[in-house]
Nanobody
Framework: QVQLVESGGGVVQAGGSLRLSCAASGRTFSNYVMGWVRQAPGKEREFVAAASWSGASTTYIDSVKGRFTISRDNAKNTVYLQMNSLKPEDTAVYYC????????????????????WGQGTQVTVSS
């Protein structure tokens, strides 16, 4: 079991920034691909970003490339999502998730690959 707890959400104006954090406990954090997934009201879950076990490899959905950065600190069992130049369409509940999978970008962009999930943190971007 891996327990995940997100923090850092809030309300921000368009163009602003937020940094989400996800603290993990339980099994060895560095064994898992870590991802961020979001869900807007009335919409399906959407993959946002993922980082490999070491954090050396990352992948993003096209709409956040150049604006969001995923990183991880395995010594602190924490993964981060730095979100800059936020847009109203980024408004959603953001979930941290862990996947016990090989680093294949096509696979880690599939939300069904993620076994463990946090409770989510709300991000609201006002126009």
């Amino acid at each position: 079991q891996v327990q995940l707890v997100e923090s850092g959400g809030g309300v921000v104006q368009a163009g602003g920034s937020l940094r989400l954090s996800c603290a993990a406990s339980g099994r060895t954090f560095s064994n898992y691909v870590m991802g961020w997934v979001r869900q807007a009201p009335g919409k399906e879950r959407e993959f946002v970003a993922a980082a490999s076990w070491s954090g050396a490899s990352t992948t993003y959905i096209d709409s956040v490339k150049g604006r969001f950065t995923i990183s991880r600190d395995n010594a602190k069992n924490t993964v981060y999502l730095q979100m800059n130049s936020l847009k109203p369409e980024d408004t959603a509940v953001y979930y941290c998730a862990a996947a016990d999978t090989s680093w294949i970008p096509r696979d880690v962009r599939n939300v069904e690959r993620y076994r463990y999930w946090g409770q989510g943190t709300q991000v609201t971007v006002s126009s």
